[in-house]
């Protein structure tokens, strides 16, 4: 495996990894070993990080292609390759509760995995902790790998076929509006509900609240498939709790993860954090 020192973090996946400056130049066999790490184990904690956005793009150009923003470029047209995760402003002002911001990042609290909804969906994201609350604000994270492992033959069998139908605006919608520009950057698209590991061959399967329906089966069917396969995957015994501190650079694998963020208040607790993804190689839309 890897000459990097790591730590298993949970039963079905999650490593914790030390040894290594990511602020540094990570090429090389260095960055075939991170990669190898991460299809090994999904989720990569590496703790006491000092990253500025400058390095934190150089890491993320090391493990491929950088994914723009869909946020920033449905509403405006422009590429940028970061998001901020929380209740901090570029500024360094606080935003509390009752900020509009502050309620759309409440979606993040629903299971998913990121970028499902587009046409070439993001392999990993890469998520840097500057500022975290006191207090809540965890990450929680399963594995649709190890949920496919647990299912019975029959319903592998019966899952293997199918497609599904990603849609932001399904998902986001249930919890703040979502901006007309913004969502006609991101019609709905179509992806293999079975996936696997293009480099191990592991299989899973795709789900999440971007998840809408099944191509070709009516909505009472599709939500009874999507809403079983999402509680097996989701169990209590089966998840990760990710509680962050300043420094935490995390890598998830959103190909065969899901993750939901949980609350913090943030009238009281300071939250920033800078995210970016690599792009993933598998593309998908919908069915003529």
């Not at 920033?72 to 047209?77: A, K, M, N």
């Not at 500022?131 to 649709?144: I, L, M, R, W, Y």
Request: charged share 25%.
């Amino acid at each position: 495996m890897s000459k990097l020192h790591h730590e298993p973090l949970h039963a079905d996946f999650g490593a914790r990894v030390d040894g290594v400056d990511l602020s540094a130049d990570v090429t090389g066999s260095l960055a075939e070993d991170i990669l190898g790490l991460i299809d090994t184990y999904s989720f990569l904690c590496f703790p006491a990080q000092s990253m500025n956005d400058e390095a934190l793009l150089a890491f993320t150009r090391a493990l491929g292609e950088p994914e723009p923003e869909h946020v920033t470029l449905g509403r405006t047209g422009k590429t940028v390759y970061f998001g901020t995760v929380g209740n901090v402003s570029d500024d360094g002002t606080k935003k509390g509760n009752a900020h509009p911001n502050t309620k759309y990042q409440t979606g993040n609290q629903l299971w998913h995995a990121d970028s499902s909804f587009r046409e070439r969906p993001c392999s990993v994201t890469i998520t840097h902790a500057h500022e975290v609350p006191g207090e809540g604000g965890a990450t929680e994270f399963v594995s649709t790998r190890a949920a496919y492992a647990r299912l019975p033959k029959d319903m592998r069998e019966t899952i293997e076929p199918l497609k599904v139908i990603h849609d932001y605006v399904f998902s986001r919608s249930q919890v703040a509006p979502v901006d007309p520009a913004h969502a006609a950057s991101l019609p709905p698209v179509a992806h293999r509900l079975v996936r696997k590991n293009p480099g191990t061959g592991a299989r899973n399967y795709y789900v999440g609240s971007h998840t809408r329906s099944v191509v070709g089966w009516g909505g009472v069917e599709s939500r009874t498939l999507i809403d079983d396969l999402m509680a097996r995957a989701t169990r209590r015994e089966d998840i990760l709790a990710h509680q962050w501190r300043a420094g935490d650079t995390v890598i998830w694998d959103n190909r065969c993860l899901l993750h939901r963020g949980t609350p913090y208040d943030a009238n009281r607790w300071r939250r920033r954090m800078r995210q970016t993804r690599v792009a993933g190689i598998e593309t998908g839309s919908l069915p003529g």
